[in-house]
C-alpha cells in the first residue's frame, strides 16, 4: 500500500472533510471503511495517516475482485509482467470484466482514476498471470478487493496480542455502527475526548476534530474501528509483518491517499485494527503523549488551536491545510468543541 508511508503516525484518512460536508474514502483511502459516497472532498495524510479520493469510483457497498477496465483513451491496456515494468504479458480491452487475484503497492501510474501505487494481479485468457493499474480499474468499493500479493491473511486476534504481525485484507474483529449524524458522533465520542484529555493532556476538543476529521464523523473508520488513521509500523517490509502495539488487536490493509508533492496517489496502507471506540480513542492520545515529535504541543494543553497547529507542524498530516481544518471544527458555531474542554 504504497511504497509504504509507515510511519507511527496517523491517517488523515478519511477524509478532509469540509466542515458540514461528509467526505468518503476511496479505496485508497481511506482508508477507511465503505462504499465512497457522490460527494468526496480531498484528502489529508500522515505519515501515518489517510486521506480521501477526488473521484468516487465505487458502485456498490458489496465486496467483490471484479473489476472493469476503465480508460482515459485508446481502446486497451497492457499488462505487465511485474508490477509497474515495462515488459508486458497480454493486453485487456476497454471496458473488459477482470477479476483480481491480489494487490500490492508499486510505482506510481496514472489513469482514468487519477495516480494510484497499486497495481492488481489478473489472470489471462492465455494462462498468463501480470499485473495492471488499479488507476485505471473500477472496483465496486473503496476497500482492498483482493489480498496483499504475498502476503497471507492472518486469522482471528486470539489469546494474548503478539503485537506484530501480517495485517488481513478486512477486519477480524466487529465494526462499530457509524452514527446517524456528526452532532450524534461528538455525543458519543465526547466523553472520551474527556477521558483521554485528563489522561495525556490532549485537549478533549482537538481529539474530537480530530476524530471527525478522519473518520468522517465516525463513518469511515479504515475498516478497523480506526477514529484517527493511526497505521501500524513496518518491522520487515518482505515479510510483510507490522507493529500495531498493545492497544490495538491487529492492522488491516487499506486503500488511501497520500500527498505526494501536489498530487494525491491511491495506495494501500496498513492501520491499526481496535475492538472498539474506546480503545481506538485511548491509542489516539497515548500515541500522541509518547511520541517525542508531539512535545511540544503539550506546552499548548490549554490552548486548542496552538496544539493543532503544533501536531501539524509536527507531521501528524501532510495535507498543509491540516491545522485550519480542525481549528474550523473546533470553533465551528453550530456544533462547537470546546464546550468539552471545560
Same mark, same amino acid.
Given at each position: 500500500?504504497?511504497?509504504?508511508?509507515?510511519?507511527?503516525?496517523?491517517?488523515?484518512?478519511?477524509?478532509?472533510?469540509?466542515?458540514?460536508?461528509?467526505?468518503?474514502?476511496?479505496?485508497? %483511502?481511506?482508508?477507511?471503511?465503505?462504499?465512497?459516497?457522490?460527494?468526496?472532498?480531498?484528502?489529508?495524510?500522515?505519515?501515518?495517516?489517510?486521506?480521501?479520493?477526488?473521484?468516487?469510483?465505487?458502485?456498490?457497498?458489496?465486496?467483490?475482485?471484479?473489476?472493469?477496465?476503465?480508460?482515459?483513451?485508446?481502446? @486497451?491496456?497492457?499488462?505487465?509482467?511485474?508490477?509497474? $515494468?515495462?515488459?508486458?504479458?497480454?493486453?485487456? $480491452?476497454?471496458?473488459?470484466?477482470?477479476?483480481?487475484?491480489?494487490?500490492?503497492?508499486?510505482g506510481?501510474? /496514472?489513469?482514468?482514476?487519477?495516480?494510484?501505487?497499486?497495481?492488481?494481479?489478473?489472470?489471462?485468457?492465455?494462462?498468463?498471470?501480470?499485473?495492471? *493499474?488499479?488507476?485505471?480499474?473500477?472496483?465496486?468499493?473503496?476497500?482492498?478487493?483482493?489480498?496483499?500479493?504475498?502476503?497471507?491473511n492472518?486469522?482471528?486476534?486470539?489469546?494474548?496480542?503478539?503485537?506484530?504481525? $501480517?495485517?488481513?485484507?478486512? *477486519?477480524?474483529?466487529?465494526?462499530?455502527?457509524?452514527?446517524?449524524?456528526?452532532a450524534?458522533?461528538?455525543?458519543?465520542?465526547?466523553p472520551?475526548?474527556?477521558?483521554?484529555?485528563?489522561?495525556?493532556?490532549?485537549?478533549? /476538543?482537538?481529539?474530537?476534530a480530530?476524530?471527525?476529521?478522519?473518520?468522517?464523523?465516525?463513518?469511515?473508520?479504515?475498516?478497523?474501528?480506526?477514529?484517527?488513521?493511526?497505521?501500524?509500523?513496518?518491522?520487515?517490509?518482505?515479510?510483510?509483518?507490522?507493529?500495531?502495539?498493545?492497544?490495538?488487536?491487529?492492522?488491516? %490493509?487499506?486503500?488511501?491517499?497520500?500527498?505526494? @508533492?501536489?498530487r494525491?496517489?491511491?495506495?494501500?496502507?496498513?492501520?491499526?485494527?481496535?475492538?472498539?471506540?474506546?480503545?481506538?480513542?485511548?491509542? %489516539?492520545?497515548?500515541?500522541?503523549?509518547?511520541?517525542?515529535?508531539?512535545?511540544?504541543?503539550?506546552?499548548?494543553?490549554?490552548?486548542?488551536?496552538?496544539?493543532? $497547529?503544533?501536531?501539524?507542524?509536527?507531521?501528524?498530516?501532510?495535507?498543509? /491545510?491540516?491545522?485550519?481544518?480542525?481549528i474550523?471544527?473546533?470553533?465551528?458555531?453550530?456544533?462547537p468543541?470546546?464546550?468539552?474542554?471545560?
Amino acid at each position: 500500500m504504497m511504497l509504504l508511508r509507515h510511519a507511527t503516525a496517523p491517517l488523515a484518512t478519511c477524509a478532509i472533510l469540509a466542515v458540514g460536508a461528509i467526505a468518503v474514502p476511496s479505496a485508497a %483511502h481511506a482508508s477507511t471503511g465503505g462504499a465512497a459516497p457522490s460527494t468526496v472532498t480531498a484528502p489529508t495524510t500522515t505519515t501515518e495517516a489517510s486521506s480521501k479520493p477526488t473521484t468516487s469510483r465505487a458502485t456498490s457497498s458489496k465486496s467483490s475482485s471484479t473489476g472493469y477496465i476503465r480508460l482515459k483513451s485508446g481502446s @486497451g491496456l497492457k499488462v505487465r509482467r511485474t508490477p509497474g $515494468r515495462a515488459s508486458y504479458v497480454g493486453t485487456v $480491452r476497454r471496458n473488459q470484466a477482470i477479476r483480481i487475484i491480489c494487490q500490492v503497492n508499486a510505482g506510481v501510474a /496514472s489513469g482514468k482514476y487519477g495516480h494510484s501505487r497499486i497495481w492488481n494481479r489478473i489472470k489471462l485468457s492465455n494462462g498468463r498471470t501480470g499485473y495492471v *493499474a488499479d488507476a485505471s480499474v473500477e472496483v465496486v468499493k473503496t476497500a482492498l478487493v483482493a489480498p496483499y500479493c504475498g502476503w497471507p491473511n492472518p486469522g482471528k486476534p486470539e489469546g494474548d496480542n503478539p503485537q506484530q504481525g $501480517r495485517c488481513s485484507s478486512t *477486519a477480524t474483529v466487529p465494526l462499530v455502527d457509524g452514527p446517524a449524524d456528526r452532532a450524534a458522533f461528538v455525543k458519543a465520542a465526547g466523553p472520551l475526548a474527556r477521558a483521554s484529555s485528563a489522561r495525556t493532556g490532549v485537549p478533549a /476538543s482537538v481529539t474530537l476534530a480530530q476524530a471527525i476529521l478522519e473518520s468522517a464523523s465516525g463513518t469511515l473508520t479504515a475498516g478497523a474501528n480506526n477514529y484517527f488513521g493511526i497505521k501500524a509500523r513496518v518491522v520487515d517490509e518482505d515479510d510483510g509483518i507490522f507493529r500495531w502495539e498493545s492497544t490495538a488487536v491487529g492492522c488491516v %490493509h487499506k486503500p488511501t491517499y497520500e500527498s505526494e @508533492g501536489k498530487r494525491l496517489v491511491r495506495q494501500i496502507g496498513q492501520f491499526r485494527m481496535y475492538r472498539g471506540m474506546q480503545e481506538s480513542f485511548y491509542d %489516539h492520545g497515548m500515541f500522541l503523549r509518547e511520541n517525542s515529535r508531539y512535545a511540544p504541543a503539550f506546552k499548548h494543553s490549554d490552548d486548542p488551536a496552538n496544539f493543532a $497547529r503544533a501536531i501539524a507542524k509536527a507531521g501528524y498530516a501532510t495535507d498543509p /491545510s491540516y491545522a485550519n481544518l480542525l481549528i474550523r471544527l473546533i470553533t465551528n458555531k453550530s456544533l462547537p468543541l470546546t464546550p468539552y474542554d471545560r
